[in-house]
């Protein structure tokens, strides 16, 4: 049963480009959960989408946008990045958008902004 | 908005010793809690979680928490440290509005276990 996977695992751009990151969820779940961590802190919420939709979002800018397709799997999007965009992106999923239970990570996407 | 605390950037102990690393809320109704933990350059994976029944909930790889309602505490304990068990650990807490449904995330904690 695979588990939470994303892609690329690690990247390199330079300010104002744009980057697209990828989820897949774990078997079986249909919600899909963003999360930046800078360097020494903890997750922060960016959005989450369930049934192709962004159900909720958290306090990040219009630079950040997402989608999720019919199979449940999600993208990132970050346009016109900044220095301070640099951090490790995660990926979670669930099982419905009701959050009763675990989220399942994935292992990151470490983005780094020159 | 719910919101928790993790008051220490750091817990040195030795192994073998009990260990306890410490997480306050703020929630509004009832508390869903939870503890992950993340090793380095990894993702982060879910330890326990508190949402209801007996304050002392037990999870993965012997650790536990104690949820104190009149101390608005959810502190994760282990009966006796291992080396390996060093690692960041997070509390999290479910924040639930009316259209909204996310686990947010404390600062987490920085667990060094000292052979």
């Known amino acids: 049963d695979a588990g939470v996977t994303q892609s690329p695992t690690h990247l390199i751009k330079t300010r104002g480009q744009q980057v697209t990151l990828r989820c897949s969820p774990k078997s079986g779940h249909d919600t899909v959960s963003w999360y930046q961590q800078a360097l020494g802190q903890g997750p922060q919420f960016i959005f989450q989408y369930y049934e192709e939709e962004e159900r909720q979002r958290g306090n990040f800018p219009d630079r950040f946008s997402g989608h999720q397709f019919p199979n449940y799997s999600s993208e990132l999007n970050v346009n016109a990045l900044l220095l301070g965009d640099s951090a490790l992106y995660l990926c979670?999923?669930?099982?419905?958008?009701?959050?009763?239970?675990?989220?399942?990570f994935g292992e990151g996407s470490r983005l780094t902004v020159l | 908005a719910q919101s928790v605390a993790q008051p220490e950037d750091q817990v040195n102990v030795a192994e073998g010793n009990p260990l306890t690393v410490k997480c306050t809320y703020s929630v509004s109704g009832n508390p869903y809690l939870f503890w992950y933990v993340q090793y380095p350059n990894r993702g982060l994976q879910f330890l326990l979680k508190?949402?209801?029944?007996?304050?002392l909930v037990k999870g993965s790889y012997g650790f536990e928490a104690e949820f104190n309602k009149s101390q608005t505490s959810f502190h994760l304990k282990k009966p006796s440290a291992l080396v390996s068990d060093s690692a960041l650990y997070f509390c999290a807490v479910r924040d639930r509005g009316n259209r909204d449904d996310k686990i947010i995330f404390g600062k987490g904690t920085r667990l060094h276990i000292l052979p």
């Open positions: 979670a999923s669930s099982s419905g958008w009701l959050l009763t239970g675990e989220l399942f």
């Open positions: 508190y949402i209801t029944g007996d304050n």
